[in-house]
C-alpha cells in the first residue's frame, strides 16, 4: 500500500504564531490537525554557534498531495529565515483515523 498521509513536525518561536499558523493551515484545508505541543527546549547550530531555544512543536496531519501547497503556505507564515519543515510518512494508522484526514483535507474549489 503506497504511503497517502504524511506528519509534518515544524517548530514555532512561541504559542501565538503556533496557533495562527495551525488555524491556517486547517481552514485551508492543508491539514485535517495541527497538534501545538509546548514548550519543547531546541538546541541547534546556527550560523556557526550553539543556540538553545524555548519553541512550540507543531505536529501536522495531512495528505501526501497537500504537501506542496502545505509547505508553501508555512513557508509563507513562518517568521524564521529557515524553518523546520520535516515529512514523516504515516505507514500504519487507524483506518477510521486516515479517511478523516482524507476527508478534512480535500482540496476545495
Excluded at 518561536?13 to 514548550?39: F, Q, T, Y
Excluded at 550553539?50 to 498531495?65: F, G, N
Aim: charged share 20%.
Amino acid at each position: 500500500m503506497p504511503v497517502d498521509k504524511l506528519v509534518i513536525y515544524c517548530t514555532c518561536p512561541d504559542r501565538s504564531i503556533a496557533e495562527r499558523i495551525a488555524g491556517k493551515l486547517v481552514e485551508a484545508h492543508l491539514a485535517a490537525c495541527v497538534s501545538i505541543m509546548a514548550p519543547v527546549s531546541s538546541v541547534y547550530s546556527w550560523q556557526g554557534k550553539i543556540e538553545t531555544e524555548e519553541e512550540c512543536l507543531l505536529m501536522i496531519k495531512t495528505r501526501q498531495s497537500r504537501y506542496p501547497d502545505l509547505e508553501q503556505t508555512l513557508t509563507s507564515l513562518h517568521p524564521y529565515e529557515l524553518p523546520e519543515i520535516i515529512a514523516v510518512p504515516v505507514v500504519r494508522g487507524l483506518p477510521a483515523y486516515l479517511h478523516w484526514i482524507d476527508e478534512c483535507t480535500q482540496q476545495q474549489d
